[in-house]
C-alpha cells in the first residue's frame, strides 16, 4: 500500500537553530514530492516540490527540502529557524502516471521557541 | 491573499437544513478538488474534478453532492449532514490532474452540525 510517515507529531526547535522534519515514503515508481505548510483557520500553502535533477530543493521562506532516493526520503530543512515558522507541515506525494490522488502524511506540528 | 477563495468561512447547520459550499478561482486551472480536514490531521480527499467533470469521489455519502457549474466554481451541496461531518472543508485547484505541479487551496469552510 502507498503510504507517507511522518514520525514526529511535533518538533522543537529554538529561534536561530537549524530544523529539519522528516518525510519517509512507500509509493511505487518515482513519485512527485511536496511539502505543505498550514498555519491556523488557513489552508494549505505550497512550499517546494521534488520533480528530478538535484537532489536539494530550494523553496519559499528559506526553506529546502533533501531527497534520498534509496533510503526514500524528502526531509524538509531550514538552516535557521524562525518563531513565525510555527505551523504543521505537510509531506504528500503523488505517483507520475496514473497517480491522480495526493498521498498526504500525518502532519508535523513545528514550534518554534524564541 | 489566497488564490482560490471559499465561502462561506464558517456554516453552522442543523441535520436537516440544506446549504452549499462555494469555491472560485481564476488561475485557469482545470482540476479542481474537495478535501474534508479534521482538526490537527491531514486533508481527506472526497471528489476531484477535471476539466468539469467528475474524476474521483471516493465513496463519499450521497449527503455530500458536489457540482461543477464552469472550470472556475466549484460546489459542494449539503443536505442531512450528521454531526461527525464537522470539520473544516477545503478547496484546492492544480493546473491539471495527475502533472507535476502543486495544488493551491482556499483557506476552507468551517462546518459545524449541530
Known amino acids: 500500500a502507498q503510504s507517507v510517515a511522518q514520525p514526529e507529531d511535533q518538533v522543537n526547535v529554538a529561534e536561530g537553530n537549524p530544523l529539519t522534519v522528516k518525510c519517509t515514503y512507500s509509493?511505487?515508481?518515482?513519485?512527485?514530492l511536496f511539502w505543505y505548510v498550514q498555519y491556523p483557520n488557513r489552508g494549505l500553502q505550497f512550499l517546494l516540490k521534488?520533480?528530478?535533477?538535484?537532489?536539494l530543493v530550494k523553496g519559499s521562506y528559506g526553506f529546502e527540502a533533501e531527497f534520498n532516493k534509496s533510503q526514500t526520503s524528502f526531509h524538509l530543512k531550514k538552516p535557521s529557524a524562525l518563531v513565525s515558522d510555527s505551523a504543521l507541515y505537510f509531506c504528500?506525494?503523488?505517483?507520475?502516471?496514473?497517480?491522480?490522488?495526493?498521498?498526504f502524511g500525518a502532519g508535523t506540528r513545528l514550534f518554534v521557541k524564541a | 491573499d489566497t488564490e482560490v477563495t471559499q465561502t462561506p468561512k464558517h456554516l453552522v447547520m442543523g441535520m436537516t437544513n440544506k446549504k452549499s459550499l462555494k469555491c472560485e478561482q481564476h488561475m485557469g486551472h482545470r482540476a479542481m478538488y474537495w478535501y474534508k480536514q479534521k482538526a490537527k490531521k491531514p486533508p481527506e480527499l472526497m471528489f476531484v474534478y477535471s476539466y468539469e467533470k467528475l474524476s474521483i469521489n471516493e465513496s463519499v455519502p450521497s449527503r455530500f453532492s458536489p457540482e461543477c457549474p464552469n472550470s472556475s466554481l466549484l460546489n459542494l451541496h449539503l443536505h442531512a449532514l450528521q454531526p461527525e461531518d464537522s470539520a473544516l472543508y477545503l478547496c484546492a485547484s492544480s493546473q491539471n490532474e495527475g502533472d507535476n505541479q502543486p495544488q493551491h487551496f482556499g483557506d476552507g469552510t468551517r462546518l459545524s452540525i449541530l
Open positions: 504528500a506525494v503523488r505517483e507520475r502516471t496514473g497517480g491522480f490522488k495526493t498521498i
Open positions: 521534488y520533480i528530478t535533477g538535484d537532489n
Open positions: 509509493v511505487s515508481g518515482n513519485p512527485y
